[in-house]
């Protein structure tokens, strides 16, 4: 069963809610899934998933210092995880979801990760403005089909 790694952080509980809605719907599509704050996650643990899926809120446009600080960190393991699959989530109280999944999205290129966007949904990854509600439940669940789908892939392909 391929393993995904949750990487999130989370001051108002919004992006912890978005996390698990993924994490669940993850799990009903058959994979194994860690679902962890960034403060209570080591960067060794990147090596030990198929795939990795990071949240943060939205400041300034951009992803949380902490999650900066682990992608940072993740350094130690440039090439190591090369060919994994990647994807990332955000909320926002207003705007810049958006660009804040892509600078998150880029260090996972930088590390050679395969990232799949969504041509008839949200195109970089799935973002909540405000507190979650059920549209983000459903989005969840596409985000998480569609990256459990490309992990399941990418592992057969490899056997």
Do not use: W
């Not at 393993?3 to 001051?11: D, M, Q, T």
């Not at 962890?36 to 998933?49: F, H, I, K, M, P």
């Not at 804040?100 to 990760?113: K, Q, V, Y």
């Not at 507190?131 to 990418?154: G, M, T, Y």
């Amino acid at each position: 069963m391929p393993k995904v790694l949750i990487v999130y952080h989370s001051r108002t509980g919004h992006t912890d809610l978005m996390a698990r809605r993924i994490r669940d719907a993850l799990e009903q599509e058959g994979l194994e899934v860690t679902c962890r704050r960034v403060e209570d996650t080591d960067v060794d643990e990147l090596l030990d998933a198929e795939g990795v899926i990071i949240g943060s809120p939205t400041y300034y446009g951009t992803m949380a210092a902490e999650i900066k600080r682990f992608l940072d960190e993740s350094i130690m393991h440039h090439t190591r995880l090369d060919g994994k699959v990647g994807a990332a989530f955000a909320t926002a109280g207003s705007t810049g979801q958006e660009t804040t999944i892509l600078s998150i999205l880029e260090a996972l290129l930088i590390h050679g990760m395969i990232i799949q966007g969504d041509c008839n949904g949200l195109h970089y990854g799935v973002t909540t403005m405000g507190e979650p509600h059920a549209a983000d439940e459903q989005n969840c669940r596409r985000f998480a089909h569609r990256f459990a789908r490309l992990v399941n892939r990418i592992c057969e392909a490899r056997q």
